[in-house]
């Protein structure tokens, strides 16, 4: 995941049963969001940005 660092997330595919999908230009990071697959509380949580690109709240937050 750290590869992805600082990239842009071009797309995603959830299903929330299931898997979480982000989508960096050629490549795809899958993260499983199954009950099996998670040793904790949540399985992903993501940072959105503000106005100026720095990472914020105010860009929004999603947990999985």
């Known amino acids: 995941m750290r590869r ?3 990239k842009t ?3 995603y595919e959830e299903d929330p049963e ?3 999908a982000l989508h960096f230009g050629e490549h795809r990071f899958v993260i ?3 009950d099996g697959s998670s ?3 949540e399985s992903a949580h993501l ?3 503000d106005e100026s690109g720095r990472t914020s709240l105010r860009g929004g937050m ?3």
């Open 9 to 11: 997330v071009d797309g």
């Open 4 to 6: 992805y660092i600082g």
């Open 32 to 34: 499983p969001l199954d």
């Open 18 to 20: 299931r898997i979480l």
């Open 39 to 41: 040793l904790g509380p």
């Open 62 to 64: 999603w947990i999985w």
């Open 47 to 49: 940072v959105g940005v």
